[in-house]
């Protein structure tokens, strides 16, 4: 099948584009071609590129199987053909068709349709013609958000970046409705957030660098491209706020590999220069994309001078570097996130990069003994890193890990938060991953993603940490920052 590659100049779309009567939030450009030739496709009649980005399924039924891999975790724990991405794509063409009614996106068979996709992108990485569900649903999403409005629970949890930042009670009011169950059947009763779960605890302080190690990304443009040892790590809202300790064990492997590292800030000629950077995942992943746009937009800003000089950007959530990569891409945003798609880096990914062109070194001593079991973020799978990670973990002398085959873990960002979604949260958790963790009692567990961290805490109450701390606790000395 022919496609357009995503990162093809965007020119000319613009989000209130109307494709015979219908409003796009994302720009489905890179699907002008597909379906050509395609006696399969059965692209709907309404919908333009939109429509032709889900006719790309071809009804194999491989989405209905259950392999090795990461598609398609719904149907893996329900069974049922209605909760893979073939059984979606009828839906969504039979609502792009008109079958549906005029308001078919504020319906409810679309919404029983896609409810319990959980955006893992495993469909494109393992769909024979690259289903790209997870961007589908945020198109949706938007879609009916324009209809039926953002609700309370949805506007907090997309909003809880900014509100960490200008709301520091937030962080008491999440820890005291941990320790205080009315208090969280009450949140259950009144937001629809799960008073069996537990919520992420905010740290008490959010990652500061040092001011020695602080520099303006405007010192880039002046930087020659051939210094090759200058690297921007972007903090996430999870790493900032939640887990300031991976920031800092990252920014300290790096400098003992040799590296300059310079945390991404913003500059001060943004309009909320105090704020930390975000790439929008939360926005996103709840189908509130103008305000995705702003957060994207205030990255490009803050990156331009960097991404003129050639500077690789490093983050450590596998979510929001995939935004960065991928998702950012559908925001026709133009050229400068094509850019940046092309230098940001999950952890592992440049650590392993750097090693295999023999431009990093570091120092490691063998850990205590014992296995380590790894679990991989669903986006890790999807870009392919999984295999940069274990190159890493080979890096440490006698390092005994192995790798966990399984699916997604189920709690997806606030996916395993919400009421409705709990159980079946936790069925995607057991089908796989926490039976292989039950099984080691005695092994460490590595988990990248903070979701993956999350869940694995609530089904095993055991820790799991991430590749960064991994590789701080490895250096032979200690790196100040």
Same mark, same amino acid.
């Given at each position: ?284 992943? /709840? ?105 890493? /973990? ?88």
């Amino acid at each position: 099948m022919a496609y357009k590659n995503s990162a093809v100049s965007v020119a000319g779309w613009h989000p209130t584009c109307l494709y015979k009567g219908m409003k796009l939030h994302l720009d489905w450009s890179s699907y002008e071609t597909a379906g050509q030739g395609d006696a399969y496709a059965g692209i709907p009649a309404t919908g333009g590129d939109f429509a032709k980005a889900v006719a790309v399924c071809i009804s194999d039924k491989q989405c209905q199987r259950k392999p090795k891999g990461v598609m398609c975790p719904s149907f893996r724990a329900t069974d049922d053909v209605a909760h893979s991405p073939g059984g979606r794509v009828q839906v969504l063409k039979a609502a792009l068709n008109g079958e549906l009614g005029e308001n078919a996106f504020a319906g409810s068979e679309l919404a029983a349709a896609l409810e319990l996709c959980v955006g893992c992108k495993g469909c494109k990485r393992e769909c024979a013609n690259q289903v790209d569900m997870a961007a589908i649903k945020i198109e949706y999403q938007a879609q009916r958000n324009e209809k039926q409005g953002v609700s309370l629970r949805e506007r907090l949890i997309a909003d809880l970046p900014q509100q960490l930042h200008h709301h520091t009670f937030m962080r008491s009011i999440i820890r005291w409705r941990n320790r205080a169950p009315w208090l969280a059947k009450l949140g259950e009763r009144f937001l629809g957030i799960s008073a069996k779960r537990k919520l992420p605890e905010p740290s008490s302080t959010p990652f500061v660098l040092s001011s020695e190690a602080y520099r303006s990304m405007n010192d880039f443009g002046a930087q020659s491209k051939a210094d090759s040892k200058d690297v921007i790590l972007f903090v996430d809202t999870f790493s900032n706020h939640f887990e300031p300790e991976i920031a800092q064990a990252a920014h300290e492997v790096l400098s003992a590999a040799g590296y300059r590292v310079t945390s991404l800030q913003p500059e001060l000629f943004d309009e909320e220069p105090e704020r930390a950077l975000c790439c929008g995942r939360t926005y996103l992943s /709840l189908g509130q994309v103008e305000q995705a746009k702003r957060e994207a937009r205030r990255m490009q800003l803050a990156l331009r001078p960097a991404l003129a000089a050639g500077t690789p950007i490093v983050g450590l959530e596998p979510s929001c570097i995939l935004s960065l990569r991928d998702d950012h891409l559908k925001l026709g945003l133009g050229e400068e996130a094509v850019a940046l798609s092309k230098r940001v880096y999950l952890f592992e990914e440049f650590i392993a990069r750097e090693h295999d062109r023999k431009r990093l070194t570091l120092d490691l001593k063998p850990l205590p003994p014992g296995k380590t079991l790894v679990h991989g973020h669903c986006h890790q799978k999807a870009v392919g890193a999984m295999k940069s990670l274990r190159k890493v /973990l080979r890096m440490i002398p006698e390092f005994d890990f192995e790798f966990i085959e399984a699916s997604c873990c189920g709690m997806a960002g606030s996916f395993g938060l919400e009421a409705e979604h709990a159980d079946i949260s936790m069925q995607m958790a057991e089908l796989d991953l926490l039976p292989a963790l039950r099984a080691a009692p005695d092994a460490a567990i590595l988990a990248n993603g903070f979701s993956c961290r999350h869940q694995i805490h609530e089904g095993t109450q055991r820790n799991a940490q991430h590749v960064a701390l991994l590789l701080r606790d490895a250096l032979k000395e200690s790196t100040t920052c």
